[in-house]
DNA sequence: CGCCCCGTTGACAAGCCTCAACTTGAGTGG
DNA sequence: CCACTCAAGTTGAGGCTTGTCAACGGGGCG
């Protein structure tokens, strides 16, 4: 959808199917920083500088509503309520930034594999793609590597050893979690990070 | 300062020393999210819920300025252009954590100090802290390792590296890039992150 | 003097990566 | 309908990077 260094006008919000935004290194490896799915805004920081330092890719097939910019503008000068609710989603994305780096710093990979897949349920559960502890999950071993800093290889052997812990079964890109209090203390999770409970949704109704 | 999972009714300014936002996971482990240096704001975050996910701790003596949450709510009701600086702030500071999580995530662990020894001057030398390419750098060997996800012993090791390839000098707390365009290739750092040029320093100004 | 924090160094082990080969399934073109 | 290609996954062998354990040195401070 967009790569690194370029300039956009709009802010693309997901409304249907996966997207992530990612940064390469000169080695050509590749980090995601993210996942966005239905209801999750790519790219909040053009909405300051249009400059974009990160790119952003689909997953799936997927449906992104163009939001201008000056639509944004807009609401950063006449609508408080609506500003704090902006604010409100970038400090919400530094929490998971932080999880995540905290993730990739000090866990080891099966833990953090185990902890990425907890996030990943419970953020699709809020968005309302799931069925009990199923999800249809449309990612590569590659991606979800990226997304851990580990290869497609080992991750690889990660799935494989979840499973054999019988903790997850994951066959022809559906997730079940068979264990979910079993998962969250393998991989030491905790949602409040995700900051679920609080009326994000609202917005995007608003707009 | 404070500890993970506590409440707080101010926002933390650094105004002299330096500090640091971590987590820890169940293992212990120490996570370093990000530094903070004069001008730096510590807990953003609490200004829309006050519940703190993260602990604070100055790495030297420091002085700090501890502003309400009341002040602050103000601003964001009557003050747009400041809130927008707030706003600008909160996106700054997610570029700097993907660019953490990049090098967390991909690169090996003497770019990764590397990487981390740019930014750090970069910043301090905005900050005003530096004599050319020389800073006070009140860091211990584990307090590093720990914004990279590497141990005490292994960031030990890197240093030497670094210094044997002659890119900095480091004894004594005192850290000298010896060889800026040399060492910027080597870890393939990029400053245009960091956002110096914006003015987010007239923000401090007007509070 | 003794203690503790910080840094230094070596030996060894574990985790993860690289390289390589092979399988499967979906799509494509003859 | 079949051959071919390509993306994704699987598996094994071997090696590099990093962690763990342990010991030691120096400096600040009670």
Redesign the pocket.
């Known amino acids: 959808m967009i790569r690194e260094g370029n300039r956009t006008h709009h802010v693309y919000l997901v409304v249907k199917g996966w997207a992530c935004r990612y940064r390469t290194n000169s080695d050509g490896k590749i980090q995601i920083l993210n996942y966005q799915i239905p209801g999750d805004f790519c790219n909040l920081h053009t909405t300051l500088t249009q400059k974009i330092e990160y790119s952003i890719a689909t997953l799936v097939p997927s449906v992104i509503a163009y939001i201008p910019h000056g639509r944004i503008d807009d609401i950063y000068t006449h609508h408080s309520r609506l500003t704090r609710s902006f604010n409100w989603l970038a400090l919400n994305e530094i929490s998971i930034l932080q999880e995540w780096l905290l993730n990739v710093g000090s866990r080891?990979?099966?833990q953090?594999l185990a902890h990425l897949l907890c996030e990943i349920l419970i953020r699709a559960r809020a968005a309302g793609l799931t069925e009990d502890h199923r999800l249809h999950l449309p990612l590569?071993?590659?991606q979800l590597?990226e997304a851990m800093?580990?290869?497609?290889?080992?991750t690889?052997?990660?799935?494989?050893r979840l499973q054999a812990e019988r903790l997850i079964t994951f066959d022809d890109?559906m997730l079940t979690i068979t264990d979910w209090q079993g998962i969250k203390e393998y991989a030491d999770f905790d949602a409040r990070y995700l900051h679920l409970d609080n009326a994000e949704a609202s917005l995007v109704n608003d707009l």
């Not at 800093?149 to 080992?154: D, L, R, S």
């Open positions: 080891p990979s099966h953090r590569t071993q590659t590597g800093g580990i290869t497609q290889i080992h690889n052997r990660v799935l494989k890109r």
